[in-house]
């Protein structure tokens, strides 16, 4: 049995990066680097939720990459020549980006969760559910219980968003930008006590005005990746057998 974790590596690469509007690029390098993403030392200023293009640039092996940053790293002046200020860059899968832009056209994905009477998200048969199957706000909106009905949409959702260190809710009303909300994740196993996690918004998704589907809601960056991932391998491996 292995345990998917996104192992930090240790590794300089010339990294070439755009500001989302920006036609001029900064350069920088990758401090450490894994399957999920990159720490970029610069001293650039950025927010977490920023978007950003990169360019890993090597002569045989570079590519060009969607991320958002994750978490920022600020080092004074003083400092600088002891400790190398940057950011931890979270990159964006192809299907979060296609969300991203069919969503905001108005038109819903292909096997998109649908909104039954009840109120809970009837999930689609296959492994590309969007969302995972429950998701109910309490507490104006900043906290979040997230439930799966069943084992296969769990371990979908985790390989392709939590294991990535974050997750996209569905919900009626979506939190705001940037805005620190708990998640309540429930698994459908017994649990011992509730796994919750803070977390930041860094994308809404409004859904379509005309109900055609698409769906509404939020995704969340969790502040400590690690510690969920931590969490939940029991869980996962448990589920797996």
Not at 4 to 14: K, M, N, S, W
Not at 43 to 66: A, N, Y
């Amino acid at each position: 049995m292995s345990r998917r974790t996104a192992e930090r590596t240790p590794r300089r690469i010339e990294v070439r990066f755009w500001r989302r509007g920006n036609a001029q690029p900064h350069t920088g390098f990758t401090i450490d680097v894994s399957k999920s993403g990159i720490f970029l030392g610069t001293s650039v200023q950025f927010e977490p939720g920023e978007r950003i293009r990169l360019e890993l640039v090597d002569k045989e092996r570079g590519f060009t990459v969607e991320g958002q940053v994750a978490r920022v790293h600020r080092v004074s002046l003083a400092l600088r020549h002891l400790e190398q200020p940057g950011v931890g860059v979270r990159f964006l899968s192809p299907g979060e980006l296609l969300q991203e832009l069919v969503g905001s056209r108005g038109k819903p994905l292909a096997q998109a969760p649908q909104p039954t009477p009840n109120g809970r998200e009837a999930t689609p048969p296959g492994p590309e559910s969007a969302a995972p199957a429950v998701a109910s706000t309490s507490g104006g909106g900043r906290q979040l219980v997230v439930e799966f009905v069943d084992r296969t949409s769990f371990l979908n959702v985790y390989q392709r968003d939590i294991s990535s260190g974050g997750l996209f809710v569905t919900s009626a009303e979506p939190a705001r930008m940037h805005e620190i909300v708990t998640v309540e994740l429930r698994p459908p196993v017994a649990l011992p006590a509730p796994l919750r996690f803070e977390a930041r918004v860094v994308h809404c998704a409004d859904g379509a005005p005309d109900g055609t589907g698409a769906v509404r809601g939020m995704g969340v960056q969790f502040l400590d990746p690690d510690r969920v991932r931590t969490s939940l391998a029991p869980i996962v491996l448990e589920l797996r057998r």
